[in-house]
């Protein structure tokens, strides 16, 4: 069964920092494109945050690039979103998703609906 768990939601203060995981099961990282999308609270899910694809290269929206930063561990089949200088605009539930690729395939710049396995998200608030 192709699975994915997120973890390491909380509330964290503005500026801070807080690292998000994607655990994978039932499929290699090898061959998937990994993707973060969120959903503020009362708002329509937002497009694709950032990519991790099968070679490791990666993707970034405008809207996170140099704050947020996407890797994969192939060692333990878990991706990780590390997120800096937070804002209360950042405030919302996180999915990882992902997508069949194939092996060592470069990113592409995937839209949500390319994405067909989900997690169920992890809350992220960033309040004071």
């Known amino acids: 069964q192709l699975k994915l768990v997120e973890s390491g939601g909380a509330l964290v203060q503005p500026g801070g920092s807080l690292r998000l995981s994607c655990a994978v099961s039932g499929f290699s990282l090898d061959y998937y494109a990994i993707a973060w999308i969120r959903q503020a609270p009362g708002k329509e899910r937002e497009g694709v945050l950032c990519?991790?694809?099968?070679?490791?290269?990666?993707y970034y929206d405008d809207s996170v690039k140099g704050r947020f930063t996407i890797s994969r561990d192939g060692a333990t089949n878990t991706v990780h979103l590390q997120m800096n200088t937070v804002e209360p605009e950042d405030t919302a539930v996180y999915y990882c998703?992902?997508?069949?690729?194939?092996?060592?395939?470069?990113?592409?710049?995937?839209?949500?609906?390319?994405?067909?396995?989900w997690g169920q998200g992890t809350q992220v608030t960033v309040s004071s």
């Open positions: 990519i991790s694809s099968s070679d490791g290269s990666t």
């Open positions: 998703a992902a997508a069949w690729v194939g092996r060592g395939v470069g990113v592409q710049v995937l839209r949500t609906t390319d994405f067909p396995i």
